[in-house]
């Protein structure tokens, strides 16, 4: 199995249903007792660990600097579980960075599944927001990936900025935005606009 990212708590209503992960291609879900159960067999899933008494889940404050996980509870209804200084509706997860004609470059999924490739002032910028929620925190004015991720492996980069030539899926290309996530979404929107950055399709699988 791949690493995997847990970024959205899904619900049904007020019903926990599970959780939704990223693989660094698409969609997993999975219930809480599958994560639970894969976490201790040694399975790279990042975001949530177990807790102290063996049965519950808890966000991995010290190994992985998850601060937030959003709340998925019907379409297009995305929340923080937890409330933030800045009332935002997008959050992002950094799954990885790397090196780019001598720029260090972020990876980052977005609660709706958007991934780009991001540069450190744009990701600064996230921070600011408060809508960066896990894979990396502030420190001193620098960016500190958690040890746990590293560096994206150089084929998965070739396929992505391959895919990113041919401007795929851009933020830049699509019609209209929801206006739900209308709000950061824009924010957002004006960095990609300077930098360049592009997004990943969203593909669905199910374990």
Known sequence: MCKLFVVNSLYLGNRSLGLELWDGKGIVEMTEKQVRDNINVGKEIYGLKVAANGIDLEIDREGFYMNNLVAHRHIG???????????????YIV?????????????????????????????KSLFLMGAVCGGAKMEDGNIVIAEKIGQTEPEKVKQLVDNNSEGKNSIDNKKEPEKKEADTVKKVDEVDKKSGNKTQPRKTTKK
Do not use: A, H, Q
């Open 77 to 91: 209804n995305y929340k923080p579980c937890y409330e933030t200084e800045n009332p935002v509706n997008i959050m």
């Open 95 to 123: 799954t990885g960075s790397r090196e780019v004609n001598g720029e260090k470059m972020y990876d980052i999924i977005s609660s709706r599944f958007e991934f780009k490739v991001v540069n450190g002032e744009m990701l």
